[in-house]
């Protein structure tokens, strides 16, 4: 299977001289010792076990506080390097590390040490029991396929090992819309499956999660009724979580989603969601199990005439009055954004505001808003303007920060995403795509590193190419991002797209319909009016200072003006343009960008492996003509409503 999987960043070997050997230390229970016997050699050119501590690579667990559980560090020896940890798992984490520093870092000194930023670092996934993935681009599921266990333990083998090398600790591996079929994932036939599933990943230092159907009691109970606060319920779960752990005794725990776009919860029986997850929690809880509980809660039967209504409102109006109700095992997973990862909004005001209750934020890798891994979209600018946001509680208080300093139970916070891998060669659909799960568990191991270092990094591990090449590439990644939000959606007006495949443009294709997520275009101007006076009042949700700014048209930000104000298409805004030339401008440039993208990846055709080159010209090529499609509805659409012409004479469809 190695030979037609796609290696990702982890094709090369690092080739010195000086290693030779290896040798790790108070080991011979552990299970990660088999994991490094498989790893070292296909890291490490030529490498072999050693039993003498005089090794080339010496690997020793020690006590130190200051590398916490999963960190570890890197120090020269005079027979080569020891890493040290004071875990297993970071010992193998600290083996991806030396890998990566010894084919990257040109001008890192040693000791080097590293500790992760963030406790709990998970990839959730939207895989269903038929092997379709939920918002999957890059081909059916690694685990699942035609309502059976796909079974091919050597590819789950591989995915962990990429999931180790950057840092990441935990997996969920079914939707968190729960179908029937995958209801019954808790009964022992699933579980005896799953159980092989967990091992795997259990030696690569990864905990496995599973999502649950909060109607399980009476979907595969039988039960008249899953109300949490039923003695009955409470009961059949303890018994199936029992179940659970004597088959798979390093199970981590559920995943949540309840009370949203269909998906029964608390609510249907007149509970709030505190009651509905601790009730888990506390089933859960001898075992050393998690409950992780998603925010994304809301009404998706919005009626767009009134106007009184707001999607955005309701995660903080849900869950901020139930801060402190939750177990310490209870996790609250929220996401990025209020509304549902758009190519740009404005970060949730429930980070900062939430203090007593272990959170999570969450991100989405795979690119069901940017562009379904056709388009060239790396994400990691977004991540890093979300983890840097100050909140500006108490003075200052970044998310990044937040999410742990919030949590009481620190160790039960941290960060998740959905990801974006499938049975496609080189897993992502798009070989550039890659970059994006790279770098989600670069980032969130060490919150400090820079978008441009991250793409660095990964152009390094996965082409074999002279620093002129390189930089060509991280160009390309680099700006894709901007590039992106300047042919699709401006100002942060989001969801112009195709309703439910949410590829392509459609500006009214959600204007008339129940999901609350409305631009309001008129002849006059566009936007939404969450503002106190006149609009939905949702700027309160944020802290004093954040809210002045965001209600105050003269105040907002410019990139997320149409998120909060209603605005004429003359307004101008702080960059000297006024809103509908600006529409017009990125519009036109996002195209040309992509144009440049194109002839750049063509530039480098004679130094990029063939399958690779093929792979990303294709959806150059693709990308340009999703680009001119935006570009040419979205200015025709805006010059129809306003009647203003492109000052620059560009053709606009009448």
Same mark, same amino acid.
């Given at each position: ?26 080991? *011979? ?32 667990i ?8 999963d960190?570890?560090?890197? !120090?020269?020896?005079?027979?080569? /390097? ?17 890998? #990566?520093?010894l ?26 029991? =038929? ?27 591989? /995915? ?53 159907? @909060? ?27 029992? !179940? ?12 949540? $989603? ?8 608390p609510?249907?029986?007149g509970?709030?969601?505190? !009651? ?51 177990? &310490? ?5 929220? *996401?990025?954004?209020?509304i ?6 404005p ?26 891994? $056709? ?18 509680? =108490? ?9 742990? $300093?919030n ?23 798009? *070989? ?27 152009t390094?591990?996965? @082409? ?6 390189? =930089? $060509? ?32 443009? &459609? ?14 275009? =008129? ?20 802290? *004093? ?11 907002c ?9 209603h ?39 004679? @130094? ?10 294709? #959806?150059?090529?693709q ?17 129809r409503?306003?009647?203003?012409? &492109? ?8």
């Amino acid at each position: 299977m190695f030979e037609t999987r796609d290696l990702c960043w982890l094709t090369k070997e690092v080739q010195s001289p000086g290693i030779s050997t290896w040798y790790i230390d108070h080991s *011979k229970d552990s299970p990660f010792l088999t994991t490094m016997e498989r790893e070292m050699p296909l890291l490490f050119e030529g490498i072999s076990y050693s039993n003498k501590p005089e090794a080339s690579i010496v690997f020793s667990i020690i006590e130190e506080t200051a590398l916490n559980q999963d960190g570890y560090r890197i !120090e020269q020896a005079t027979q080569g /390097y020891e890493v040290v940890s004071n875990s297993h798992e970071g010992l193998l984490f600290g083996m991806f590390g030396l890998y #990566r520093l010894l084919l990257t870092g040109d001008d890192v000194t040693f000791p080097y040490q590293s500790v992760p930023d963030q406790n709990i670092r998970m990839v959730n996934h939207w895989d269903n029991f =038929d092997g379709s993935i939920e918002r999957g681009y890059a081909g059916s599921s690694i685990f699942y396929d035609q309502n059976t266990f796909r079974g091919d333990m050597e590819l789950i083998g591989q /995915y962990a090992r990429l999931l180790a090398s950057v840092g990441l600790n935990a997996i969920s591996i079914n939707n968190v819309n729960v179908h029937k079929l995958e209801s019954f994932f808790i009964k022992e036939e699933s579980l005896k499956e799953i159980k092989k599933i967990v091992e795997i990943f259990s030696s690569y230092g990864i905990k496995t999660f599973l999502s649950i159907n @909060f109607a399980a009691p009476m979907i595969v109970g039988n039960l008249t009724t899953a109300d949490p606060l039923s003695l009955e319920v409470e009961t059949w779960w303890k018994e199936v979580i029992g !179940e659970i752990y004597r088959i798979i005794p390093n199970f981590g725990g559920f995943l949540v $989603k309840a009370d949203s776009e269909g998906e029964p919860g608390p609510f249907t029986y007149g509970r709030n969601h505190d !009651e509905g997850a601790n009730m888990l929690a506390k089933a859960i809880k001898p075992f050393g199990g998690l409950v992780i509980w998603r925010c994304f809660v809301y009404d998706c039967t919005q009626d767009w005439r009134d106007r009184n209504l707001d999607r955005a409102r309701a995660a903080y109006d849900i869950f901020k009055d139930l801060d402190g109700r939750f177990e &310490d095992n209870a996790i609250l997973q929220i *996401k990025n954004g209020p509304i549902d990862f758009q190519i740009r909004e404005p970060v949730s005001p429930l980070f900062g505001s939430m203090k007593k209750t272990n959170h999570i934020l969450e991100f989405q890798i795979t690119q069901e808003y940017t562009g379904h891994q $056709k388009d060239v979209c790396y994400l990691i600018p977004m991540w890093k303007e979300v983890l840097d946001f100050d909140t500006k509680y =108490d003075g200052k208080s970044l998310v990044k920060s937040a999410v742990r $300093k919030n949590s009481p139970n620190q160790s039960n916070s941290g960060i998740a995403a959905v990801v974006n891998v499938g049975m496609d060669r080189n897993w992502t659909g798009n *070989k550039l795509a890659q970059a994006n799960l790279y770098g989600y568990g670069r980032l969130i191991w060490n919150n400090e590193l820079s978008s441009q270092e991250i793409a660095e990094e990964w152009t390094k591990l996965t @082409f074999d190419l002279e620093k002129p090449h390189l =930089d $060509k590439i991280c160009s390309i990644l680099t700006t894709s991002r901007d590039t992106y939000e300047d042919y699709t959606c401006p100002l942060s007006v989001g969801f112009m797209c195709r309703p439910s495949l949410h590829y392509g443009p &459609d500006v009214d294709g959600y204007e008339y319909d129940k999901w609350g997520t409305y631009h309001y275009a =008129d002849r006059d101007g566009v936007g939404r009016d969450r503002t106190i006076a006149t609009g939905t009042g949702y700027t309160k949700q944020y802290s *004093k200072e954040r809210c002045e700014e965001y209600d105050c048209i003269s105040t907002c930000p410019d990139e997320l003006l149409l998120f909060f104000h209603h605005v004429l298409y003359t307004h101008v805004l702080h960059s000297g343009k006024t809103v509908i030339q600006h529409i017009y401008d990125t519009h036109f440039q996002g195209v040309e960008r992509v144009l440049e993208y194109q002839v750049i990846w063509d530039g480098l055709k004679e @130094f990029i492996e063939e399958e690779a080159y093929e792979n990303v010209k294709e #959806r150059l090529i693709q990308q340009e003509k999703h680009a001119v499609n935006w570009r040419d509805q979205v200015n025709t659409y805006f010059y129809r409503k306003s009647g203003i012409p &492109d000052e620059k004479g560009r053709r606009i469809f009448d």
